[in-house]
């Protein structure tokens, strides 16, 4: 029952069973998993339909680094990199995958505040999570690569995405009243002090 070699592709033989047997992963596979969201095309066909995805809130919601609350769904995509570890060093590799980068996608946005979460920093957290996720990988000997991560949705939660947009559309009023007011002022000030001084000029 030991592992004795991986071979390459090509012509290869082995002794019968029971003395040696063969078993053949799919490397060049890329394969999917979903953390925050369930029900894609890849695996919720149900007779011939696509069913349609649902969230899984206990997977999805998470705590930013000023503590807010953010819904996010991933999807991990990941090939199998060494078959002799992928096969005999892990339990569920799958399972694995979706753990560890869970873990780290939860570690990420403990330190990212929610504005850049929401907008400029996706594409950071992206490759933080998948570094962080391959790290743990080549830590268990999974014999997994990961491919990518891709955000999918990066919401505030259902409940209150209502008054996040209020919020949202508050600090734009401010921000447009304090420019207005910015701009009657380097209109105003000038043209006083040009009167101020033509008046001193004139007395």
Do not use: C
């Not at 012509?11 to 979903?34: F, G, K, Q, S």
């Not at 508050?170 to 033509?198: H, K, L, T, W």
Request: hydrophobic share 40%.
């Amino acid at each position: 029952g030991a592992f004795i070699r991986t071979a390459p592709p090509g012509l290869n033989y082995h002794i019968p069973w029971p003395v040696e047997t063969v078993t053949t992963p799919r490397v060049t596979r890329i394969n999917r998993v979903d953390i925050g969201f369930i029900g894609t095309p890849e695996v919720g066909i149900v007779s011939g339909r696509v069913q349609p995805s649902r969230d899984v809130l206990a997977e999805s919601m998470m705590l930013t680094g000023d503590e807010n609350i953010i819904d996010i769904d991933v999807a991990v995509f990941w090939r199998i990199r060494d078959a002799g570890e992928f096969l005999f060093n892990t339990r569920n590799p799958e399972a694995t995958v979706k753990s560890a980068a869970e873990s780290v996608m939860r570690e990420v946005i403990g330190r990212t505040p929610i504005q850049p979460a929401l907008t400029e920093a996706r594409a950071q957290i992206e490759q933080d999570v998948r570094a962080g996720t391959q790290a743990i990988m080549d830590q268990y000997q999974a014999g997994i690569e990961i491919m990518q991560v891709q955000l999918q949705k990066v919401d505030p939660p259902p409940q209150v995405v209502d008054a996040f947009r209020d919020v949202q559309r508050a600090n734009a009023d401010r921000e447009r009243a304090r420019n207005e007011a910015e701009s009657f002022r380097n209109d105003i000030i000038p043209r006083a002090r040009g009167e101020a001084e033509r008046i001193v000029q004139e007395a």
